[in-house]
């Protein structure tokens, strides 16, 4: 009881933090419906110049293909956090060693904190974004009213698997001191490879068959699919399966990882 206690104080606080800057995110609403309009009209056109005069690219309507970019950046105002930047700063600046002096597991006190701006995000960042996005835009729902639960676990996981993987990357700070770098390629890359820009559907099957053995899938594509009705029956919990077992599989890389990057600590400030 004593660690549940302590662990939810962790989200309570996290919580309250992000509230204390909350007008940031009243602005990220905004950034985020000109990202869904730029999309928008971009898929418009696209559509609109099909020489065969289909209804179809990459397997999708142009209904679907509108639904699925407003679905994958309302997600991504779910899921996103900054971990990684979050590590490398208390490398960079001393504050890893009063961390490393603390009786709790820094990995998941980190995990819980997430958890807590997540539930702000939702509440103060998702929600006002989906109250604009939606109507303006005509975003249809799920073919099924189940869904809408579905997809909520699936991008509950993909919290849990964008989380992990970004404690994982700011460990790397152990050894380079500074991934400023890194971090910055890694948002080109995510956007790209989690399928938030471009659905995998548009690309060859070999890039298909590539990205279906990597984690980044399970962040946005898979919970995106899950609320087109895309995955149906045993698809639907094979998809769920990826993300669970990712979660897990990262969890412990990260756990491994973290236990031998420690080692490597040179405060550098503080």
């Known amino acids: 009881m004593g660690s549940v206690t302590l662990h939810g ?9 992000f509230l204390a800057y909350r007008l940031r995110y009243y602005t990220g609403v905004v950034t985020y419906t000109i990202y869904v309009a730029g999309f928008y009209y971009l898929y418009r056109a696209l559509f609109a110049s099909k020489v065969d005069g289909g209804e179809l690219i990459g397997g999708l309507t142009l209904d679907e293909m509108i639904t699925y970019v407003a679905i994958s950046w309302i997600g991504r105002s779910f899921y996103f956090n900054n971990i990684a930047r979050d590590i490398s700063g208390q490398i960079t600046d001393g504050e890893i060693a009063m961390q490393l002096i603390k009786p709790y597991n820094l990995q998941s006190v980190m995990m819980f904190e997430v958890v807590g701006e997540s539930i702000f995000r939702l509440l103060l960042f998702t929600l ?8 303006v835009f005509g975003i249809q729902g799920p073919p ?8 909520f676990l699936s991008f509950s996981l993909a919290l849990v698997i964008y989380t992990q993987f970004n404690f994982l990357l700011g460990c790397v700070a152990f050894y380079t001191k500074n991934i400023q770098g890194v971090l910055r390629a890694k948002m080109v890359a995510m956007d790209f490879l989690t399928g938030v820009l471009i659905p995998f559907t548009f690309f060859p099957e070999w890039f298909q068959s590539f990205v279906s053995w990597l984690p980044f899938q399970g962040i946005s594509y898979i919970p995106v699919t899950i609320y087109l009705g895309k995955r149906q029956g045993a698809d639907l919990f094979t998809g769920l399966a990826i993300q669970l077992a990712w979660s897990v599989a990262l969890y412990l890389v990260a756990r491994l ?3 031998r990057a420690v080692k490597q600590v040179t405060v550098q400030g503080g």
């Open 128 to 135: 006002p974004i989906m109250v604009v996005v939606v109507p």
């Open 144 to 151: 099924d009213p189940a869904l809408y639960g579905w997809t």
């Open 9 to 17: 104080n962790f989200i309570r606080l996290a919580f309250l933090k």
């Open 257 to 259: 990882v973290w236990n």
